[in-house]
Nanobody, 127 residues
Framework: QLQLVESGGGLVQAGDSLRLSCVAS????????VGWFRQATGKEREFVAG????????DYADSVKGRFIISRDDAKNTVYLQMNSLKPEDTAVYFC????????????????????WGQGTQVTVSS
């Protein structure tokens, strides 16, 4: 079983940056894409960014493209989400997730295609 633990959230002002971390432990991921999702109060969980198992394909939601960067450090079993130029509308609980994909180059935007989830970390951006 795979366990994921996020950290790095907090309260910041608009325009600030944060880096979220997600540490994986347990079984060794194989053909798993990693995704970052977020859920604001009263809204559905939405895709933010994803990275294929191969590491060669990155995908971003339009709302964060150019501001957020997803990356992975395999030696540390850690995935990062660098969030720059934060906006109040980025306020949400952020989750990392891993999910098996049919190929090493796939990365899904669908939450139901990820089967391992962290507990989430709160990001609050004040105006």
């Amino acid at each position: 079983q795979l366990q994921l633990v996020e950290s790095g959230g907090g309260l910041v002002q608009a325009g600030d940056s944060l880096r979220l971390s997600c540490v994986a432990s347990g079984r060794t991921p194989s053909n798993d894409a990693v995704g970052w999702f977020r859920q604001a109060t009263g809204k559905e969980r939405e895709f933010v960014a994803g990275l294929s198992w191969s590491g060669t394909r990155l995908d971003y939601a339009d709302s964060v493209k150019g501001r957020f960067i997803i990356s992975r450090d395999d030696a540390k079993n850690t995935v990062y989400l660098q969030m720059n130029s934060l906006k109040p509308e980025d306020t949400a609980v952020y989750f990392c997730a891993l999910g098996w994909q049919r190929s090493p180059w796939d990365v899904s935007r669908r939450a139901d295609e990820y089967d391992s989830w962290g507990q989430g970390t709160q990001v609050t951006v004040s105006s």
